[in-house]
């Protein structure tokens, strides 16, 4: 049984930092792509950022809204992902969910909430 678990979410003030992680299990962790996507109330969920299958220093993208201050990141001894989330905005509030893409299935963690509010 596939499972994936975030956490880290919390309440930070504008320009602070969260570091969001996802451990996985159920899957051979180093052949799954791993994403964050997010929600906001109100709104769809929307892509953040993804890493492919591989050791560390695999590719990454990122939204255009994120690049510069989040980071993607994997540690698969751990089969874990991470994402690190620099100077936070008001509009980076949403419900952050971890996804794998793993044997062309799409995989998703509860969700973990990340609120950015002075």
């Known amino acids: 049984q596939v499972q994936l678990v975030e956490s880290g979410g919390g309440l930070v003030q504008p320009g602070g930092s969260l570091r969001l992680s996802c451990a996985a299990s159920?899957?051979?962790?180093?052949?799954?792509?791993m994403g964050w996507y997010r929600q906001a109330p109100g709104t769809q969920r929307e892509y953040v950022a993804h890493i492919v299958a591989g050791t560390a220093g695999a590719s990454t993208n990122y939204a255009d809204s994120v690049k510069g201050r989040f980071t993607i990141s994997r540690d698969n001894a751990k089969n874990t992902v991470y994402l690190q989330m620099n100077s936070l905005k008001p509009e980076d509030t949403a419900i952050y969910y971890c996804?794998?893409?793993?044997?062309?299935?799409?995989?998703w963690g509860q969700g973990t909430q990340v609120t950015v509010s002075s």
């Open positions: 159920g899957i051979f962790f180093s052949i799954a792509t």
């Open positions: 996804n794998a893409n793993y044997l062309y299935r799409d995989y």
